[in-house]
């Protein structure tokens, strides 16, 4: 069911400009899907979540839709884009995959938009959050997050509750940037005082000497971006240079407190507030067994990017149904389009307009329950649209 492929740098046959006249091949019995996802590397943690997620629902629901098999090819593309665009190419041009999937960083989404579009093939956005990326491509839609959509609540939440003066640490890329100017119009609109601003670079941060700029600045709290799998040395850091006791309390878009590492971040993240799409404590019954079955499959705690992966293949298998087995790409995204079901991290739906994911967003508080860290939701929005979209 699931067959993992490594690079073979003899992938030149594959130019961008050859794949205009590229459609998959529609094998009567079979429906191919490409992941492509950082297993190795700094976002590692982000492509175990999201293929992990994809084998329990697998398990759940079987490897046969519409009278399809269904076969999961993965591929590792360690968050680096020119090896995202080697891998689309290969899966599309090798394998004749019917979709692909997955797309841990947004550089890796955005270098596969346009094999997408010239192979007319669905790209399933599973984890990158910037609001532009389904706007590269007609064949883009997305069942992760974008940083609009938790950037400006916790923005105008902090506002809201006492919180006048604010550092901001973001890393630098597109989803940091996002993070960073919808937090900062909906704060200071409120307000509040940006008083300290850095960007980090995005791979392998050292973030200690920037936190000690933070601490310095003395702001009521931190507002963090960093992508899902750095939260952890981010915490490690901030403990260590002591701003937990000088009373900097740490708020953001939930990548930061990831449940796949929260219960390893120790005390100093407690009290942490974010805004996210997913808590592994969400009390719905639908996510308690959500997590159950995780937790048993791989002896781990599921986080968002795991719930994200898990829509996505439900999204896959929903516009198969749909199509009654037809894998025509436009029929695919036009059967996606509009979709709505219940996910383990509440009811979704995928907008008909922008194929963009509409979801409650939730605010949330680390707290210990049982001897563990978990976030602890405490506040619902509701079907959330990207405002990276609704504003123009």
Same mark, same amino acid.
Do not use: C
């Given at each position: 069911?699931?067959?993992?492929?490594?690079?073979?740098?003899?992938?030149?046959?594959? &130019?961008?400009?050859?794949?205009?006249?590229?459609?998959?091949?529609? &094998?009567?019995?079979?429906?191919?899907?490409?992941?492509?996802?950082?297993?190795?590397?700094?976002?590692?943690?982000?492509?175990?979540?999201?293929?992990?997620?994809?084998?329990?629902?697998?398990?759940?629901?079987?490897?046969?839709?519409?009278?399809?098999?269904?076969?999961?090819?993965?591929?590792?593309?360690?968050?680096?884009? +020119?090896?995202?665009?080697?891998?689309?190419?290969?899966? @599309?041009?090798?394998?004749?995959?019917?979709?692909?999937?997955?797309?841990?960083?947004?550089?890796?989404?955005?270098?596969?938009?346009?094999?997408?579009?010239?192979?007319?093939?669905?790209?399933?956005?599973?984890?990158?959050?910037?609001?532009?990326?389904?706007?590269?491509?007609?064949?883009?839609?997305?069942?992760?997050?974008?940083?609009?959509?938790?950037?400006? @609540?916790?923005?105008?939440?902090?506002?809201?509750?006492?919180?006048?003066?604010? &550092?901001?640490?973001?890393?630098?890329?597109?989803?940091?940037?996002?993070?960073?100017?919808?937090?900062?119009?909906?704060? %200071?609109?409120?307000?509040?005082?940006?008083?300290?601003?850095?960007?980090?670079?995005?791979?392998?941060? +050292?973030?200690?000497?920037?936190?000690?700029?933070?601490?310095?600045?003395?702001?009521?709290?931190?507002?963090?971006?960093?992508? &899902?799998?750095?939260?952890?040395?981010?915490?490690?850091?901030?403990?260590?240079?002591?701003?937990?006791?000088?009373?900097?309390?740490?708020?953001?878009?939930?990548?930061?407190?990831?449940? +796949?590492?929260?219960?390893?971040?120790?005390?100093?993240?407690?009290?942490?507030?974010?805004?996210?799409?997913?808590?592994?404590?969400?009390?719905?019954?639908?996510?308690?067994?959500?997590?159950?079955?995780?937790?048993?499959?791989?002896?781990?705690?599921?986080?968002?990017?795991?719930?994200?992966?898990?829509?996505? @293949?439900?999204?896959?298998?929903?516009?198969?149904?749909? %199509?009654?087995?037809?894998?025509?790409? %436009?029929?695919?995204?036009?059967?996606?389009?509009?979709?709505?079901?219940?996910?383990?991290?509440?009811?979704?739906?995928?907008?008909?307009?922008?194929?963009?994911?509409?979801?409650?967003?939730?605010?949330?508080?680390?707290?210990?329950?049982?001897?563990?860290?978990?976030?602890?939701?405490?506040?619902?929005?509701?079907?959330?649209? +990207?405002?990276?979209?609704?504003?123009?």
């Amino acid at each position: 069911m699931f067959e993992r492929k490594q690079f073979s740098r003899a992938a030149a046959f594959a &130019a961008i400009t050859g794949l205009a006249a590229v459609v998959p091949a529609k &094998a009567e019995d079979t429906v191919k899907v490409g992941l492509i996802l950082p297993m190795t590397g700094g976002q590692a943690s982000t492509g175990k979540q999201i293929e992990n997620a994809i084998k329990l629902y697998m398990q759940q629901k079987g490897d046969t839709v519409a009278g399809k098999k269904i076969e999961i090819i993965v591929k590792d593309d360690a968050a680096i884009p +020119d090896k995202t665009k080697t891998a689309a190419q290969e899966l @599309i041009v090798n394998d004749k995959v019917n979709f692909i999937g997955g797309f841990g960083v947004t550089p890796a989404a955005l270098a596969a938009a346009p094999l997408a579009t010239q192979a007319k093939i669905p790209e399933v956005v599973m984890a990158a959050g910037t609001s532009i990326i389904t706007e590269r491509s007609p064949y883009i839609v997305r069942t992760s997050f974008t940083l609009a959509q938790s950037s400006t @609540i916790i923005g105008d939440w902090a506002v809201k509750n006492g919180i006048k003066k604010v &550092a901001t640490l973001t890393s630098d890329y597109a989803p940091g940037n996002d993070a960073l100017n919808f937090f900062k119009e909906h704060f %200071t609109a409120g307000g509040g005082e940006v008083v300290e601003e850095v960007k980090t670079p995005l791979a392998n941060p +050292d973030f200690a000497p920037f936190l000690q700029r933070m601490k310095d600045a003395k702001p009521d709290a931190i507002f963090v971006f960093v992508p &899902a799998g750095q939260g952890g040395n981010f915490m490690k850091q901030y403990a260590e240079r002591g701003l937990d006791k000088a009373g900097i309390k740490v708020i953001g878009p939930g990548d930061v407190t990831d449940d +796949d590492l929260l219960n390893n971040m120790g005390d100093a993240v407690l009290g942490t507030v974010t805004a996210h799409i997913y808590s592994a404590a969400h009390p719905s019954q639908m996510n308690k067994d959500f997590v159950a079955a995780y937790q048993k499959a791989f002896g781990t705690r599921p986080g968002f990017m795991a719930v994200s992966g898990y829509d996505g @293949i439900h999204l896959i298998y929903e516009a198969l149904k749909k %199509t009654n087995g037809d894998t025509d790409g %436009t029929k695919l995204v036009e059967a996606m389009k509009g979709q709505k079901w219940e996910s383990p991290r509440g009811p979704i739906s995928i907008d008909p307009e922008t194929r963009d994911i509409v979801q409650n967003v939730y605010i949330r508080k680390v707290e210990k329950t049982n001897g563990e860290l978990y976030n602890v939701e405490f506040q619902t929005f509701e079907a959330v649209k +990207d405002l990276g979209k609704t504003k123009k």
